[in-house]
């Protein structure tokens, strides 16, 4: 079992910045990658819905709606993903969510998530 705990949601105006964290514990050798999905109100989530992906060899993946504005990263000694998110826009607007899982032949897939942090960007 892997744990993920977010944080570093909150309400930003157009253009502003936030950097979210997702702080990994448990059985952290049995993935190989994680990702940041989002999910607006009222709507679910799937996979269409995938904002940014990295794998243990930190190659990253990101929606086009978001390239060059936001940054996947990860800290290996915190056990920590981050997703760096700039020029924020209010379709941003959503709640993030962290995810971990396996990157395979099929693609990713994702086995354990976080309990989700709210963006809210205010036009």
């Known amino acids: 079992q892997v744990q993920l705990v977010e944080s570093g949601g909150g309400l930003v105006q157009t253009g502003g910045s936030l950097r979210l964290s997702c702080a990994a514990s448990?059985?952290?050798?049995?993935?190989?990658?994680m990702g940041w999905y989002r999910q607006a109100p009222g709507k679910p989530r799937k996979t269409s819905d995938m904002v940014a992906e990295i794998t243990s060899g930190d190659s990253a993946n990101y929606a086009a709606s978001v390239k060059g504005r936001f940054t996947i990263s990860r800290d290996t000694a915190k056990n920590t993903l981050y997703l760096q998110m700039n020029s924020l826009k209010p379709e941003d607007s959503a709640v993030y969510y962290c995810a971990a899982g396996l990157r395979t032949p099929r693609g990713y897939e994702y086995d354990y998530w976080g309990q989700g942090t709210q963006v809210t960007v205010s036009s």
């Open positions: 448990g059985s952290i050798t049995s993935i190989n990658a």
